[in-house]
């Protein structure tokens, strides 16, 4: 079966500091992942997703960036965090499109950010 | 923008009722639909999926579909206090990328 890990379970970090948040997936090969971010008041938003190691796309402009140096590993990154930044961050794992259950997505257990 | 809506409750039940949760999608080209379920704190959890019009059962939930509407429901029979949580209602993007979430429906069963 698949796991999905996640950490730092909690972080809380100034304005201005780095951020490196990792996320891997156990028990499949190739998957789709993604990050997603839940603020307080709003809904899930996508960030990220990768369909293979080094392939990123970004659903939004923002301060972050993410990597994908291995096939079950994804890395969320910032070189200085806004307050606006706080938030739930989420990583979700798929099946590759054409594999398994197409597009239902599978979330890990978080990681909340504070940004003081 | 593609948008998913959901009434934000609080949906109020007692315990062994039905409770029903709405949502409606404004992407008339969307063809994939699920329901997770988040409890407070932690992150959300898939429960049902559903692809066609119609109903799909999967224990005390039935999902329902209707495309023409633009309509997906899900219904929690003989609800338990274990069910009292947020239900997020989610559309795949046309791309296939990108799960699009409504903000979430709170239920509240009362023993």
């Known amino acids: 079966s698949q796991t999905i890990h996640q950490w730092p379970a909690t972080l809380v970090q100034p304005v201005g500091s780095p951020l490196s948040l990792e996320c891997t997936v156990e028990?499949?090969?190739?998957?789709?992942l993604y990050w997603y971010r839940q603020a307080a008041g709003r809904g899930l938003q996508l960030l990220f997703y990768?369909?293979?190691?080094?392939?990123i796309s970004s659903e939004v402009p923002q301060n972050l960036s993410a990597s994908r140096p291995q096939d079950r590993q994804f890395i969320l990154s910032s070189k200085k965090l806004l307050l606006s930044d706080s938030g739930f961050y989420l990583c979700?794992?798929?099946?590759?499109?054409?594999?398994?259950?197409?597009?239902?997505?599978?979330f890990g257990p978080g990681t909340r950010l504070t940004v003081l | 923008q593609k948008e998913v809506e959901q009434n934000s409750g609080p949906l109020s039940v007692p315990e062994g009722a039905i409770a029903s949760l709405n949502c409606t999608y404004s992407?008339?080209?969307?063809?994939?639909f699920f329901w997770y379920r988040q409890y407070s704190g932690k992150s959300p959890e898939l429960i049902m999926s559903?692809?066609?019009?119609g109903d799909k059962e999967d224990g005390r939930f039935t999902a329902q579909l209707n495309k023409a509407s633009q309509y997906v429901s899900l219904l929690i029979r003989d609800s338990q206090p274990s069910d009292s949580a947020t239900y997020l209602c989610?559309?795949?993007?046309?791309?296939?990328?990108?799960?699009?979430f409504g903000k979430g429906t709170t239920l509240s069963v009362s023993s």
């Open positions: 979700a794992w798929s099946f590759l499109a054409g594999t398994g259950t197409y597009n239902e997505q599978f």
């Open positions: 028990g499949t090969s190739n998957p789709n």
């Open positions: 990768s369909v293979g190691i080094g392939q």
């Open positions: 992407d008339r080209g969307s063809q994939s």
């Open positions: 559903i692809y066609s019009n």
């Open positions: 989610a559309v795949i993007n046309q791309a296939g990328t990108a799960l699009i």
